[in-house]
């Protein structure tokens, strides 16, 4: 009983700490991990090799090996070009450069995952807008809802997934088949949406007439050529393969590692520079969150949790999936996405080992999926990409406040939350 206490009380103090920022995640996530093993409830065992209450190697080695990935390619001067190439093509009409950025994000996060799409494109973004003289903010709050809907396509497009995808035994091509049907009608809609919600900064005219749109020249942002080229051969190799990984059986994680190494040496990158580009940071905090979450396995208390979930579900999964899918997105609003799907992931599989459907054929798995990734819209702190650009923009002398960023992030996750309820009845209850 003692353990029990110490370990939800760690835990409670931890969550709180990263909920409200009041320490960085990283040191609030690592001081838990210390405090459970001073009371002697963290050991190597347990922490490095234990399945149910270590650290899952399979998501930090997928994202380890995609931001080895990404950081190849970012030296090739890709990013800069596709957004120069959307202010180009817009010809400066606000709105049609909205759009473009727009379907950039969608297209790249599923691919790279939505907060390496912001930290490549948000940059760009703005040096755009201040070319054309256009405000920046409505252009980066729909980078950021953007990729935070494109990330919901596949496994790989947004931290949760790749959590819930590791302990669901979730494909890739899963995704492809669940989940991207819903993100092409989500991102349809937000498109439509977005003039609405951007009316009035969309009424701006262009700054400075067609003579910077003559001079931008998409093609002198790409530094080599022939990199560039290796490495988008590689990058489709790779996403192949992720399609494939379980006819080919390799794990996700050795897909994302095999890659890494191909785009290495087919771009004769040196160590220092694309391991200057992993975000280590997050890394450890993935592997703190695995143990702290552990933690809680180890002396019951997530169990207790599930019988209890599973107990007032009972057969009722139209009622679990609705409580997940809208108790994720409001839950989500306030606390990043990542520890909490680490946190609910257990709970949620024990609810699905209750009802008559399992692993992609489960309503549950994939309104918890829509739930977290959508509920990272909500507002600024909801999502690892929303904090990327806040943090850009600020940077860059036009912050982009809490409260203006939420009056629309709110607007949109009720909007797609309510489109992907309709989803999964109609999918997996009313079509069933």
């Not at 040196?270 to 703190?288: D, H, I, S």
């Not at 809208?326 to 024990?350: H, Q, R």
């Not at 990734?373 to 943090?391: C, E, M």
Request: charged letters at 10%.
């Amino acid at each position: 009983m003692i353990l029990t206490s110490a370990a939800l009380s760690i835990f409670i103090v931890a969550y709180a700490l990263i909920a409200t920022e009041r320490v960085h995640r990283v040191a609030a996530a690592l001081g838990g991990v210390a405090a459970m093993a001073v009371v002697g409830l963290v050991d190597a065992e347990s922490a490095f090799f234990d399945h149910h209450t270590g650290i899952d190697w399979n998501v930090i080695f997928l994202l380890f090996g995609m931001m080895i990935i990404v950081g190849v390619l970012k030296q090739t001067g890709l990013f800069e070009f596709l957004a120069l190439w959307a202010a180009k093509r817009s010809g400066g009409d606000p709105y049609r450069l909205l759009v473009l950025l727009v379907l950039i994000s969608a297209t790249v996060a599923p691919i790279l995952d939505n907060v390496t799409c912001v930290l490549l494109v948000a940059p760009v973004t703005l040096s755009v807008c201040r070319q054309l003289g256009l405000p920046s903010a409505p252009y980066l709050i729909s980078l950021i809802l953007a990729s935070n809907i494109g990330g919901t396509a596949t496994l790989i497009g947004d931290p949760p997934n790749i959590i819930i995808g590791s302990r669901a035994g979730l494909s890739f091509l899963d995704f492809l088949v669940h989940s991207l049907p819903l993100t092409v009608i989500l991102l349809a809609g937000f498109v439509v949406m977005a003039r609405w919600l951007f009316r009035r900064d969309l009424r701006h005219e262009v700054g400075i007439g067609g003579d910077v749109l003559a001079d931008l020249r998409p093609a002198d942002a790409i530094t080599n050529m022939r990199m560039l080229v290796r490495c988008l051969a590689v990058l489709g190799l790779v996403m192949v393969a992720f399609s494939l990984h379980t006819v080919l059986h390799l794990d996700p994680s050795m897909v994302a590692m095999l890659g890494a190494g191909a785009t290495v040496l087919v771009s004769r990158t040196e160590p220092e520079e694309f391991l200057e580009e992993v975000e280590w940071g997050t890394l450890a905090f993935f592997m703190a969150l695995f143990v702290l979450v552990g933690s809680l396995v180890q002396v019951g208390i997530i169990g207790r949790i599930s019988e209890l979930a599973a107990e007032a579900m009972g057969d009722r999964e139209l009622l679990a999936s609705t409580v997940l899918l809208f108790g994720s997105g409001v839950v989500g609003a306030f606390v990043d996405n990542i520890p909490y799907t680490t946190a609910t992931v257990p709970i949620v599989e024990e609810m699905v080992a209750a009802t008559p459907t399992s692993g992609a054929d489960s309503p549950l798995w994939w309104s918890f999926v829509f739930g977290a990734d959508l509920g990272g819209n909500a507002t600024a702190v909801a999502a690892g990409a929303n904090v990327v650009v806040l943090g850009i923009a600020a940077k860059a002398g036009e912050p982009i406040s809490f409260w203006q960023f939420t009056r629309y992030g709110v607007v949109t996750t009720v909007a797609t939350l309510l489109v992907a309820w309709g989803y999964v009845y109609l999918r997996y209850f009313a079509l069933a």
